[in-house]
């Protein structure tokens, strides 16, 4: 299995590129290109999370004997652990969502070749780098994630989807000289770059206060804006509503947790090290943008009528609720968070495909002018109400699991006042949602929408596909489901203080053979 | 030192491109030279005074390379986050042609149609 | 075809001149390179002497450098005499003169010897037609004067490229 | 760009001189990357400004330029996809992206075959990709085709 972990960067590349190739000649082929493509990454990721692998692949190891003595194997250190698995699976899972939703949601569109290359990049993008072993790598993922995503939010070639793009290309860009600027720096103090050793060596107190806070600083800003932490938002109202729908929920639901959640994680807990020097200050700047970030992106979401853009706007406190849950630096605190962020990528996805259709049927993404549309379109009403209900965390669905875990979190590290927070957003989030399902699907149909049909099944299969799963998630949650999500948070943190987690993860990259 | 100041004028000057003006190519010349002091910056991490290229010539002595061969490794970074900035460097510019075409200016404050 | 070799024969000299590598491998990589780039140019048509197949040519080539860099020191010369003089005796204008040569290769090395000559020029080619900056412009005749200062470089180039 | 017969007698010359030992010089970097500074990227984009000038000097109907215009985006997906096959290729050596050609004489061309090769998939897909890029912001073509320079 481990041999194999390339692939998950490998397979999506490859269909990017055969697209492209086949773009002119033979157009028809890219989507099933696209389609094996992620069927196979589905496999492959059910495949490692049953199996329950982990440890360090490494690409290259072309064995060099220095004139020192030692041999080392240079090459690019992919680390598949339990978070990894999580987050690989669940890309897998949405990404094949989005794709068949996209088969018939993108006839109106020009280009399609160069769409189902572009989405089969940003999944290169994303897998990869959730594998990341180093720094560098990681940032390169990152990067090829983004690029794509800012040619995906331009695809409509329409001004406003343009201008959001470059709106969205300019922070973006910013956001990765930071990161790439913390890079550097750590290399300067350390001459390290894999994310093991450089944890290692920072735990050791190879790097001082003033240079650790720097970096940290760089990070939190730059990860921060991939993860649209509240001040670092402004992009994502913009740039997630002007991608086509399927793009939107491939933004919303996987890019701000792969590129800004996981990455922080990996960043703040294994490298950085939130039990270090620099830990209570890191923890109480999470705790504050994940609290600005919860109230003020909900209730910038209670104001909007247009769908979309109510949708980004719930994504940003959302967010929120995983940056809290972070902050607590707890073992249950991680899982609650990773675990919300893993139920947020269903919904959230799930309502964006959604809010696609039902632009699709009504012309308009203004709620204010849709209505009873449960009358003519059942099955998208069906997933959708079923995806809001998880958002607003009722009880069986699995948002209500996370949140319960993160407020439970949140209370029992001593952290009551952020819990009232907590508990007052998942309120308003509640309010928020039955507002939509009240003004868009329920209610008296208007005039003109009398004798529309609902949308093809490829497009309303996986909008009820991924409300069963987030009520699948909520149900098995209690049998069995906790455990997986519990491991994949003690890669990066546990509560035995004997057996700390990130020191697990430097043995296990290190047991490879490989020599610093 | 005064080389690493040099990186921080040219992340100022950059970050200034970015920030303040309002015509979008000069914008994207300012995000360009934010990435390049970026680039500057690393590559001055691995620099030594007076080391020698890190390619090993046949025969030479190996214990002399190793201590006097500038670190390849920011190098190779150096050249990979070109090649990311040439890729995003074409999107910019392809963008702005675009914005261009559909607006007749390239002043940021005509671009109307994102208000909030 | 012949052009075709030229091609051939001038890569696969920069082949070796740049790597240096004459194993097997490295000879073997030249010769596929060199064919496709000759290939590649098949269908750009340009009048062109297969100068590199032909010794006598090749011979004149050779000649035409230290004969060149004559020209072009004495012209410094000249340059330098004209902004040193406490008069300034310059001229400047653009005159056109008619070139004997016929090959475009011809027209554009005159063209360039023009240009690296100190104190002249040339700004454009046009047909048989040369536009040509000078420094000094005689008064009297002056295109005629340009075109019997070609006519030294001509003279080497006709024997290489006609 | 089609339209355009290229520019003047001069440049149309010593592009049809220089055009080929650009082109071989950037060979040359990109094959002579595992022993000299330079490599795939390098070489490409020497390659890439070489098929430039041709495009600039020759106009886009003939020459080299105006050929490779009509198959740099195939060549670039090929590129990348022979780097991907060659990557894999690994797996027969051990694992992926491992040494599979085996090895030749020290400080000779084919003294790392299997990085020899890696180099030239990069120089197709960089060269290619460059020229594909260059010509797409040249004509106002499709935005979203220059984001896929990016992953080189």
């Not at chain 1, 933004?251 to 620099?278: E, P, Q």
């Not at chain 3, 035409?64 to 005499?81: E, G, S, T």
Request: net charge neutral; glycine share 10%; aromatic share 8%.
């Amino acid at each position: 299995m481990l041999d194999l972990v390339p692939l998950f960067v490998l397979i999506p590349l490859g269909a990017a590129f055969a697209c492209l190739l086949v773009k002119k000649r033979a157009p028809a082929v890219a989507p099933w290109l696209s389609l094996v493509s992620v069927v196979a990454l589905l496999g492959l990721a059910i495949a490692g999370v049953v199996q329950g692998t982990s440890g360090a692949a490494i690409a290259g190891g072309w064995s060099l004997e220095t004139h020192l003595g030692t041999s080392f194997l240079p090459g690019i250190v992919l680390v598949f652990d339990g978070l990894s698995a999580m987050f690989l699976l669940l890309v897998a899972v949405v990404s094949t969502a989005v794709l068949l939703f996209g088969l018939r949601y993108m006839d109106t569109y020009d280009g399609r070749p160069l769409y189902y290359a572009l989405l089969s990049l940003l999944i290169a993008g994303m897998n990869g780098a959730v594998l990341a072993g180093d720094l560098f790598n990681l940032y390169v993922f990152i990067e090829i994630a983004s690029i794509a995503s800012y040619a995906l939010v331009a695809f409509g070639t329409g001004g406003r989807e343009i201008e959001a793009a470059f709106k969205y290309l300019m922070l973006g860009a910013v956001a990765s000289s930071s990161i790439l600027l913390g890079i550097a720096v750590l290399y300067a103090s350390t001459g390290l770059l894999n994310m093991a050793d450089l944890g290692a060596a920072i735990a050791a107190g190879q790097v001082s206060e003033a240079t650790l806070l720097a970096v940290a600083t760089l990070f939190l800003a730059g990860l921060g804006l991939k993860a649209a932490m509240m001040p670092f938002h402004a992009w994502l109202p913009d740039a997630h509503p002007s991608a086509p729908a399927p793009i939107s929920a491939m933004l919303s639901g996987l890019l701000i947790k792969t590129l800004g959640i996981y990455a922080l994680v990996r960043v703040l807990y294994v490298v950085i090290g939130m039990d270090g020097v620099l830990g209570g200050s890191l923890q109480t700047l999470l705790l504050v943008l994940g609290c600005l970030s919860m109230v003020g992106g909900v209730l910038l979401a209670l104001g909007q009528t247009d769908l979309k853009r109510l949708l980004a706007y719930s994504s940003i406190s959302q967010m929120g609720f995983v940056l809290v849950a972070l902050g607590t630096n707890t073992w249950l605190g991680v899982a609650a968070g990773i675990y919300h962020a893993l139920n947020h990528a269903l919904f959230k996805s799930a309502l964006f495909l959604s809010a696609g259709s039902l632009e699709r049927l009504t012309g308009t993404r203004d709620i204010t002018e849709m209505g009873g549309i449960a009358r003519v379109a059942p099955a998208t009403t069906l997933g959708t109400v079923g995806a809001s209900l998880s958002i607003a965390g009722v009880p069986p669905f699995n948002g209500f699991w996370s949140k319960l875990l993160i407020l439970i979190a949140l209370f029992s590290a001593g952290l009551p006042v952020v819990g009232a927070i907590a508990a007052a957003t998942a309120v308003l989030t509640l309010v928020t949602f039955v507002k939509v399902q009240h003004k868009a699907l329920f209610g008296a149909l208007p005039e003109r929408l009398k004798d529309i049909k609902d949308v093809p099944a490829s497009m309303s299969l996986p909008v009820v596909a991924l409300a069963l799963l987030c009520l699948l998630g909520g149900l098995l949650w209690p049998l069995g489901l906790q455990d997986i999500v519990g491991d994949a948070a003690a890669s990066v943190r546990t509560d035995a203080k004997t057996n700390l987690a990130p020191e697990q993860y430097r043995t296990m990259v290190h047991s490879e053979g490989r020599q610093p | 030192m005064i080389m690493y100041a040099l990186a921080a004028v040219l992340f100022g000057v950059g970050l200034y491109g970015l920030l303040v003006k309002r015509h979008l190519l000069k914008k994207v010349l300012g995000l360009l030279i934010l990435e390049h002091a970026v680039n500057l910056f690393l590559v001055e991490v691995g620099y030594i005074e007076g080391g020698t290229p890190p390619i090993r010539i046949e025969g030479a002595d190996a214990a002399a390379f190793v201590s006097n061969a500038v670190d390849p490794v920011p190098q190779a970074l150096v050249l990979t986050s070109i090649v990311i900035g040439l890729g995003l460097a074409m999107l910019m510019v392809a963008l702005t042609l675009r914005i261009y075409e559909r607006y007749g200016s390239l002043d940021a404050n005509r671009m109307s149609e994102l208000k909030g | 075809m012949t052009k075709a070799l030229s091609a051939f024969v001038f890569c696969l000299l920069v082949w070796f001149a740049v790597t240096w590598s004459f194993d097997l491998a490295g000879i073997a990589v030249g010769v596929v390179l060199a064919a496709v780039i000759a290939y590649s140019l098949r269908d750009v048509e340009l009048e062109e002497v297969p100068l590199l197949l032909m010794p006598h040519r090749l011979f004149w080539a050779l000649a035409y450098i230290p004969v060149l860099f004559l020209y072009v020191v004495r012209a410094n010369v000249d340059v330098a005499w004209r902004v040193l003089h406490p008069a300034l005796p310059i001229r400047p204008g653009i005159v056109k003169a008619r070139t004997s040569l016929k090959t475009p290769g011809a027209r554009v090395l005159l063209a360039n010897s023009i240009t690296l000559t100190p104190g002249t020029l040339s700004v454009d080619v046009d047909g048989d037609m040369l536009y040509v900056h000078r420094i000094y412009v005689p008064e009297d005749d002056p295109d005629g004067a340009t075109e019997r200062s070609l006519e030294r470089f001509e003279g080497f180039l006709r024997r290489i490229f006609e | 760009m089609s339209d355009q017969q290229g520019m003047s007698l001069i440049v149309r010359v010593v592009t049809r001189w220089l055009f080929g030992l650009i082109l071989v010089f950037g060979l040359a970097v990109a094959l002579f990357g595992h022993l000299t500074p330079g490599g795939g990227f390098a070489g490409g984009t020497i390659v890439a400004c070489a098929f430039v000038l041709a495009i600039l000097a020759f106009g886009g109907a003939r020459g080299p330029g105006a050929t490779f215009a009509r198959w740099a985006s195939s060549l670039d997906a090929t590129g990348a996809l022979a780097f991907l096959a060659l990557a894999i290729l690994g797996y027969t050596a051990g694992a992926f992206l491992h040494q599979w050609a085996g090895k030749g004489e020290a400080f000779t061309l084919g003294s790392t075959p299997s990085i020899v090769l890696l180099n030239l998939a990069i120089l197709l897909k960089v060269g290619a990709g460059l020229f594909a890029g260059f010509i797409a912001v040249a004509l106002f073509e499709q935005t979203a085709e220059s984001g896929k320079g990016a992953d080189a």
